[in-house]
């Protein structure tokens, strides 16, 4: 039979390394989602090309004349070719890549070429993730497209636009 002082030992052993565990873990698994971190994506993107399709997913005959139509992602709203999405809580999480694309999508980073682990921000009606500052890929309906951001001044000239109609 085990004595009060060594029971008390390995109970304090098993706190110690539970507080270790739980110290060590976020570093070990991918952070919280968090609303708002995402903001670093909102601007005027061109989508280049389809990089890949998940299992299902719109066809190549939807995807492909989306091709260098605007992606414009503001906080009011999302726009995609004829698409309009409400606007978005740019919840952003980093995740393990690999693990992220096959388990929630089907699909392999060989097409993608994301970093790892890469940025992943859920949009009202899209996922993107950021492969860098001016490089996205979006996922949307199945379909993963490269996005550019567009010039800094066409930027401006959007925003300007958007503000002399509002008056």
């Not at 109970?11 to 976020?26: D, Q, S």
């Not at 299902?56 to 939807?62: A, E, L, V, Y």
């Amino acid at each position: 039979m085990m004595s009060h002082a060594s029971t008390q030992h390995h109970f304090l052993c098993l706190l110690l390394a539970l507080g270790i565990l739980l110290c060590v873990r976020p570093a070990m698994g991918t952070e919280a989602p968090e609303s708002g971190k995402g903001t670093s994506i909102i601007g005027d993107w061109k989508i280049r090309s389809v990089l890949d399709y998940a299992a299902i997913s719109i066809g190549s005959d939807q995807a492909k004349p989306l091709i260098g139509k605007d992606l414009i992602i503001s906080k009011e709203e999302i726009r995609f070719g004829d698409q309009v999405c409400s606007q978005s809580n740019f919840l952003a999480e980093s995740v393990e890549t690999n693990i992220e694309l096959g388990e929630n999508a089907r699909v392999s980073n060989d097409l993608l070429r994301l970093p790892n682990p890469v940025t992943v921000v859920e949009l009202s009606c899209a996922y993107a993730y950021i492969k860098d500052s001016n490089q996205i890929v979006l996922a949307w309906n199945g379909g993963f497209f490269d996005a550019v951001r567009k010039t800094r001044s066409a930027a401006v000239r959007h925003a300007r636009r958007d503000s002399a109609i509002e008056k």
